[in-house]
């Protein structure tokens, strides 16, 4: 049998980009599935061995309300479950915390853009918080230094709140992050410290609105059928293309990412969080095949190193990523080994 090491496929899983709603905050079958795994791999072993009887009452009263219980209702034990385990308590602050998330429209922008940003609340408390509450927004560089504080945005009610960040005109390509941290007034510490990212792309829309009129051109199309391999960096073109378009107008997460803000905090302690891609500099990829295609050559013919390309499903025409990593050394004679990671 053939050794396939010199070409090494990364990535064991690849998780579909999430939407998650710029409109109004809700709880998700996606956030629940996702607190549902945790709960039953860490919280349930965990009370096991704690034995607190605050921890067996959220057990019992998940248990009571099996998968078919409401959602939020589900939500809310499961949650304080979290909470208890990974922050350590539960009190009217954290309980707050749980309710409010944040939501951005777009994972793309320019320099000079306008990021609007909403903090809403998942579902509706039955009586208003007894303690007064503030959230502050923050805006990080690549470096996550920050270049901008909002002011403490007081919540009355825990009603929606909005704002916005500017990214300076001077920004750098690159993943920047909107933070958020929910204050308890007086308080000298967050209550929660999360962020959402985006990616910030120098003449964005100039690019990629190149990119839609060049892959149209005829001379680009009429190289797909010369090889196998040219066809393989078409569908890879049509795919980045595709969530360029998307990142656009709307927020797109990888693995572990876009949950409720405090779950979002509890995955950020790990290292599971994975972006869709890496924006800033995959979309180099996407026009340098365009660029090959239209002037007749194999995109694929002398390219080395990491690459993120898509095929076409023969099942259901589905565009399906993959990342494929090819050594500067590697023998061209050789055909690449397609492994395909779902």
Known sequence: ???????????????????????????????????????RNRFVPFSERETQPELL??????????????????????????????????????????????????????????????????????????????VLVRFLDPAEEPIYESDLLILEGLTAVSTEVVIPREATS?????????????ASDPIVRTSRSIYVIEAFEERVTAMLFDSRRP?????????????LANTTVLWHLDMYQRGRREWLAG????????MN?????????????QFDTEIGLAEG?????GLGRDPLATR????????????????????????DDYDRSQSYPLVVAL
Do not use: C, H
């Open 174 to 186: 690159g993943r920047y992050l909107v933070e958020y941290s929910l204050w308890a007034e007086g």
């Open 57 to 134: 009452a959220v057990r019992e009263r998940v248990s009571i309300l099996g998968d078919a219980g409401d959602d939020v209702e589900r939500y809310k034990v499961m949650i304080e479950g979290m909470a208890r385990m990974y922050l350590g308590a539960w009190d009217e602050g954290i309980e707050v915390a749980s309710i409010l998330d944040i939501s951005l429209p777009a994972k793309l922008y320019e320099p000079g853009s306008t990021v609007p940003v909403e903090i809403a609340s998942l579902y509706e408390r039955e009586t208003p918080p007894g303690g007064r509450y503030g």
């Open 289 to 293: 095949f365009i660029n090959d295609l």
């Open 265 to 277: 905090q509890i995955l950020e302690q790990g290292t599971l969080m994975v972006e869709p891609m």
């Open 304 to 327: 080395s190193g990491d690459m993120r390309l898509a095929y076409r499903s023969s099942v259901d025409r589905e565009l399906v990523p993959f990342r494929l990593f090819v050594p």
């Open 219 to 231: 001379q680009l199309r009429r190289q797909v059928g010369r090889s196998s391999s040219r066809a």
């Open 1 to 39: 049998m053939r050794t396939l090491l010199p070409v090494i496929v990364l990535a064991a899983v690849w998780f579909q980009p999430q939407t998650v709603s710029p409109v109004s905050a809700q709880v998700t079958s996606s956030d629940l599935s996702m607190l549902g795994l945790i709960f």
């Open 255 to 262: 693995a572990y990412m876009g949950y409720p803000v405090i």
